[in-house]
């Protein structure tokens, strides 16, 4: 079975403009978190879907926003880039959202560089 | 503020000692355990859990500990081996959804 992809593998943008990063979690699993590592930090907390539906967030500007969609897969978008949003986007899929303790499986990551 | 934190950056141990990575909480509603190993280029990888009902849980070579009243858990690898070499991150949540990760240990195991 494939893992949790993500793309693009690594991503280079200006201040100011607008990034698309996607996940597709494992198949039959209907949660997507989203993370934020900073270099030398541990993963931040984005949001989490479940079914469509945000059923979690982070403390994060409203510059972030995510989307699921029907076949669970999912998007994040960050408007007005600043330099401090350089970091790796992990993305992590489950099969619930209750317990999903023992099941939380993280892609490799998204590299966003903002220059 | 950080919630989660590991004082250790960085830690390295002789082949078949132990290891013993150390994490510290500060929010009292934390229930939900984990520790994550991450290598180069790839997302972290579940580990081990506890939760707040235990104080040990053991899984082959890796054990974690938890000191509710403390705020402090930490994982121990025996015997360590030069494939554990990583970085550790551990986690903590009040519902098992949403996870406050730690700054992460790197682990180097010396053959």
């Known amino acids: 079975d494939a893992g949790v992809t993500q793309s693009p593998t690594h991503l280079i943008k200006t201040r100011g403009q607008h990034v698309t990063l996607r996940c597709s979690p494992i198949?039959?699993?209907?949660?997507v978190s989203w993370y934020q590592q900073v270099l030398g930090q541990g993963p931040q907390f984005i949001f989490q879907?479940?079914?469509?539906?945000?059923?979690g967030r982070g403390n994060f500007p409203d510059r972030f926003s995510a989307r699921q969609f029907p076949n669970y897969s999912s998007e994040l978008n960050v408007n007005a880039l600043l330099l401090g949003d350089s970091a790796l986007y992990l993305c992590?899929?489950?099969?619930?959202?209750?317990?999903?303790?023992?099941?939380?499986?993280f892609g490799p990551g998204t590299r966003l560089t903002v220059t | 503020d950080q919630q989660v934190k590991q004082n250790s950056p960085s830690l390295s141990v002789q082949e078949g000692r132990i290891s013993i990575l150390n994490c510290d909480y500060t929010?009292?509603?934390?229930?939900?355990f984990l520790w994550y190993k991450k290598y180069p280029a790839e997302g972290p990888t579940f580990l081990i859990s506890?939760?707040?009902?235990?104080d040990k849980n053991e899984d082959g070579r890796f054990t974690v500990f938890l000191n509710k009243s403390a705020k402090h858990l930490s994982l121990h690898i025996v015997p360590s081996q030069p494939g554990d070499s990583a970085v550790y991150f551990c986690?903590?949540?009040?519902?098992?959804?949403?996870?406050?990760f730690g700054t992460g240990t790197s682990l180097t195991v010396i053959p």
């Open positions: 992590a899929s489950s099969r619930t959202v209750v317990n999903s303790l023992y099941e939380q499986y």
């Open positions: 198949s039959g699993h209907k949660s």
């Open positions: 879907y479940y079914e469509k539906e945000e059923r």
């Open positions: 929010n009292s509603m934390f229930d939900y």
């Open positions: 506890i939760s707040s009902i235990k």
């Open positions: 986690a903590a949540s009040p519902d098992g959804n949403q996870f406050y």
